[in-house]
Every structure is written in C-alpha cells, then in structure tokens.
C-alpha cells in the first residue's frame, strides 16, 4: 500500500504547481498557462482534458498516416461486387452460404439447448399423469423441442 502512496506522491509532485489568486468576491481562480487566462478551477479541467484528448487523437491520426491508412476504410471503399448486391441473386448468396457452412462441417442452424426427449416419447411418458389443473410437476426438468401445429383447448 505505501508503494501506491509513494507513486501518487511522485505522480503529484511532477506536476507543475497551478498558480491561483482569490477574486473580489472571495472565488479563487487558476492560471491557465497555454492561454494565460484566468478561469474556475473547473474550466481549467476541462481544457487540460480537452487538451490531452486532442494530443491523442493527433497521435492516432500520425500513427495510422505511418502504416499506410485504414484498411477499413480501404475495404468500404471497395465495396461489395456487384453480384452481391443485385437483388435477384439474395436467396443464391444465402444457398451458397449455407453450403459452405455445411461442407466445413459446421450446422448453420444450431440448437440452443439440448433436448431430452422427443414429443412422441413425452406422450408415451406421461399420457397417463393425470394433473388438477395449474398442478406442476416440480421435481422433473424436461427439454423438448419441435413444432406447434396446432393449439386446442
């Protein structure tokens, strides 16, 4: 712990010591050194922060000059080809995309969760559980999937 303490001590101490004077109406302000301009103490904060936010956008902004430009933005400007965009060809660009997906082995439409039974199994299981109505059984948990085809009263 005393190491962060020290740490802090240091960090402030290389800081350059703000120059402050009270005004007539007993508000301090504090010298803002790049403008010598006398503002609130939160005025003074907010263009240090600004400051340093506009010396590490410049920064990025070299560094990106440096490795050539974005490759992003190189890419949008591109585009997509021209099959990809005509309308016509949407239901041939999802089929061929689902083929792909199916021969490097992955399921394009995978199941969330995984069942315990089919529903003809259910039935068989409990067809003849008779249950008041809004009883549950609570101390069996079942995953079933499928469709519902039709829902009657």
Do not use: C
């Not at 190189?74 to 089929?95: H, I, W």
């Amino acid at each position: 712990m005393t190491d962060k303490a020290e740490e802090f001590k240091k960090m402030n101490a290389q800081e350059k010591e703000i120059q402050q004077r009270d005004t007539a109406d007993g508000k301090k302000e504090f010298l803002d050194e790049v403008t010598n301009e006398w503002v609130s103490k939160n005025e003074l904060k907010k263009r240090t922060t600004k400051r340093k936010n506009d010396a590490k956008a410049a920064e990025k902004a070299a560094k990106k000059k440096e490795d050539g430009g974005d490759k992003k933005a190189a890419a949008k400007k591109a585009g997509p080809s021209e099959e990809e965009l005509d309308p016509s060809q949407y239901t041939d660009n999802r089929r061929n995309f689902l083929e792909s997906q199916r021969k490097e082995g992955k399921n394009p439409y995978p199941h969330k969760f995984q069942r315990d039974m089919t529903i003809p199994q259910f039935r068989e299981k409990f067809e003849q559980v008779e249950m008041a109505q809004g009883q549950f059984l609570e101390d069996q948990k079942i995953a079933l999937t499928g469709r519902i085809m039709g829902l009657r009263n």
